[in-house]
């Protein structure tokens, strides 16, 4: 399985990064928060996360590999888990994608059916499946890739997952909870544990 691919990007389509690799060029589906990121890389060397998809109709015998792109893999693991729903499926998802990670995971964590039905190719029964399946597994996508923190920073994940979550125990809203966490990261501080990073929104929300 490819799961990265390395190359210059020759070519940005509405649907399609196209990387040139030694004498090869290779097609890239993007979705479109993807191809936004994209924009001004055109003649540089890019990498992507990559996931694989075999696309076509096996009555028909014409099955084609393809590969999707993504900028980091916390974009790549969500794009997964939006797959994961059913009646979504990769060709579904792809289209759907058009806001960036960190919002569409809000939308989800918050229950907000209605936004979520104004991605394309999302109807409200799907939009409930969406939020049932994954509204638990979202916290770190919307504080991470909102935050931009380097693609494998596991750690910061779990830090800033676990103080989300404290913080939902301590009877904040989501979106309180989101705006206390941004307050104190906004510099790029790192903070080696939840408990770290909770007293520092308690000692900063005491300074002002």
Known sequence: MITKITGKLVHLSEE???LEIGAFEYEVF?????RRQLQSTVGSDVSLKTIEFIDGNPQRGRLV????GFMNEAEREFFDLVCSVDGVGV???????????NEVAASIEEQDVKQLTTL??????????IV??????????ALMVA???????????DVFSDAFEALLSLGHSAGDARTKIETVTEGGTKFKSAEDLLGEIYRHERSV
Do not use: Y
């Not at 993007?30 to 993807?34: R, Y």
């Not at 590999?65 to 999707?68: A, D, Q, T």
């Not at 060709?91 to 806001?99: H, S």
């Not at 049932?132 to 916290?139: C, H, N, Q, Y």
């Open 120 to 129: 394309p190719g999302i109807g409200p029964a799907v939009a409930e499946r």
């Open 91 to 101: 060709k579904k998802a792809l289209r759907a994608m058009v806001r960036p990670v």
């Open 132 to 141: 049932a399946k994954l509204r638990r597994k979202m916290p770190k996508f």
């Open 30 to 34: 993007i979705p479109e928060f993807v």
């Open 16 to 18: 399609a990064a196209t």
């Open 147 to 157: 935050r931009q923190l380097p693609p494998d920073s596991a750690t910061d994940h």
């Open 65 to 68: 590999p393809r590969l999707i």
